[in-house]
């Protein structure tokens, strides 16, 4: 058995550093890592033709940093682990169904669904999934070491989106397996409904305010989301959650929205003592004990 979950694991390993040097060398509509590269381009461009915060250098503070954040996230972390850990805890929770005699988790057979509204639907649960995986990265002291990394930018820029600590992948990706497995999406990715997640994650980091309008009731954005990053927050553990979607905040009472924050300081107690470098970032959280979660040291 040892040796069917090695060589799978193996077999995943080679199998995405493949898929990703072809994805590299062979340019498609279907390419996340040219989608990246693109879509960065585009939010990037919008920052330097329209700043929001004009005085905020070109090359913000962790611009290099974040931007290689980007290419960590999105395609050397699962070169170097999770791909082949993934693959290897799905095939043994398959495994594990078949021999407790339940061949599918599936409510729902979605595929059954036209793909517009597969799409549609996969979208909107996810971000509704994501968002309660937030509240408890915020919630939960042991998970909040992990996603200070993401609060620790202190000059935002469209990059700053995925900023983060790989250990939130693990957290994030496991956590969506089963209730999405009961929609009968599995862990099959949707390249369009990544990109404009991507899209709207990267705007809502951007130095770039979008006139959103009655929008805001339902999309996230950067006026909103830079609020998620004040460094002065009265509301214990924090507000404004949603990724995509501002809706959840909106129904759930966690909107914190008091007036612009353009020029709001952002972080967290002590952000100025937060290791600055990749590696001792990624690091930090197995050793830091400062576990005071956001807004609550700072309420009166
Ligand atoms: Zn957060
Ligand atoms: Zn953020």
Redesign the pocket.
Known sequence: MWEHYESLFLRSFGDYGRYLWNDITHPSWHSYFYGLILVSALVYALELAFPWRKDQPRIRKDFWLDGFYMFFNMFLFWLVAYNAVSNVVVDAFSSLRNSAGLDSLEWIDVATLPIALQLALMFVLRDFIQYWI?RL??RVPRLWDF?KV??SVEQMGFAAQLRYHWMETIVYRSIQYIPLAMFGFGIQEFFAIDMIALTIGHVNHANFRPPIGPLRYVLNSPQMHIW?HAKEMPVRY?AN?GLSLSVWDWIFGTVYWPTSGRDTPLGFEHVERYPDHFVTQMIFPFEDQDRTPPGTSRVS
Do not use: Q
């Open positions: 937030h990265l915020h996603h993401h609060h998620h924090g959650y």
